[in-house]
C-alpha cells in the first residue's frame, strides 16, 4: 500500500521466499488492487480493482510472468468492497456498496470469466466486512452489523440463498424493534454538488415537528459512514434528538472522482458542505 488510493499485489513464491510484483504501474497514477484470490486452476487470480474506472470492481488477472492486463468480469456502478472465493464449489460471492448498505451476490464461477449470477440473497439492511465459506462451499458465513443491531452471524445457502442467523448476542435487555435505521437524504452543497446523508429521526417524530440535532461527522479524510451499529447514535436518537452522518465530499464509496474533490487545496470544500 502506497496510499489508500494506491496499492500494488505481489505473488509471493512460498518455498523460495521471494516475491514479484503483479501490478506495477509507474506513470499511471493511483490505482487499487485488493482481495486477490486465485482461481480454481491457480493459474489467474480474482482482484478488486479500480483500474481505468471510477468504481471498485471485479477482474481477473494471470499470474503467468510477461502477462499484462485486466478482465473485468462484474462492473457496477458502485464499489464492490469484498469478495471471497470457494474453489470447491466455484462459488463466488461479493458485496457491493451501494449508499454505505451491503447487497450480497452469489456467482457461479465455473468459467472465470463468464460469471453466472446465482442469487442475491435477502440479508437484512446493514454492512458486511467478513465472509468465509465452508469447506464443501455449501455455505457462506458473513458478519453483519445494523444501525439497530451489533455484529451477529449469517449463514447463507450458496445454492439457494436462505439466509439463517446463526448467532443472538446478549443486548443487556435492550429491545432492538425500539432502535432506529437510517434513511438516506441528499442535499445540494455550495456549488450544486449531491451530498449523502444517513439520517436518523426519533422513531415517534411527527411529521413537521422540529427537534434538535447532532451532526456526526465521521473520520478520514478518506472513509465513510455506513449504516454499522453505534450505541451513541442510538442513545441520541431514543432521547429526541435527530442525527444526520453526511459524506462529504472527500468520502469513499462514491467514486474516485468524489474523494478527490477535497484534495489539497479543496479541503476546505468538504466544511462547506457540512456547513
Request: aromatic residues 8%; negative net charge.
Amino acid at each position: 500500500e502506497h496510499s489508500s488510493f494506491d496499492t500494488d499485489l505481489y505473488l509471493v513464491d512460498v518455498a523460495a521466499g521471494t516475491g514479484r510484483n503483479l501490478t506495477a504501474h509507474p506513470g499511471q497514477g493511483d490505482i487499487r488492487y485488493s482481495n486477490a484470490r486465485f482461481t480454481r486452476d491457480g493459474r489467474s487470480l480474482y482482484v478488486l480493482s479500480d483500474y481505468g474506472r471510477e468504481y471498485v470492481n471485479l477482474a481477473v488477472m494471470s499470474t503467468a510472468p510477461g502477462a499484462s492486463g485486466l478482465v473485468f468480469v462484474l462492473e457496477e456502478p458502485h464499489d464492490i468492497d469484498a469478495m471471497e472465493f470457494s474453489r470447491v464449489s466455484a462459488t463466488l460471492a461479493v458485496v457491493v456498496n451501494v449508499d454505505g448498505w451491503s447487497q450480497l451476490r452469489l456467482y457461479d464461477a465455473s468459467n472465470p470469466v463468464q460469471l453466472r449470477e446465482i442469487t442475491r440473497p435477502t440479508i437484512p439492511p446493514g454492512v458486511v466486512t467478513t465472509l468465509d465459506f465452508s469447506h464443501d462451499g455449501r455455505y457462506l458465513l458473513i458478519d453483519l452489523s445494523r444501525a439497530s443491531s451489533p455484529d451477529e452471524v449469517y449463514r447463507v445457502d450458496a445454492r439457494t440463498g436462505a439466509v439463517e442467523r446463526v448467532t443472538r448476542s446478549d443486548h443487556a435487555g435492550v429491545d432492538e424493534s425500539t432502535l432506529v435505521e437510517p434513511t438516506v437524504e441528499r442535499v445540494r452543497s455550495f456549488d450544486g454538488v449531491e451530498v449523502p446523508v444517513l439520517l436518523f429521526r426519533p422513531r415517534n417524530m411527527q411529521p413537521g415537528e422540529r427537534v434538535p440535532a447532532v451532526v456526526w461527522v465521521h473520520g478520514g479524510p478518506e472513509a465513510q459512514f455506513t449504516p454499522y451499529f453505534s450505541a451513541v447514535i442510538q442513545y441520541l436518537v431514543g432521547h429526541g434528538y435527530i442525527v444526520a452522518a453526511p459524506n462529504v465530499r472527500g468520502s469513499t464509496g462514491y467514486g474516485k472522482r468524489y474523494a478527490h474533490l477535497d484534495d489539497v487545496a479543496l479541503r476546505e470544500d468538504s466544511v462547506k458542505d457540512l456547513a
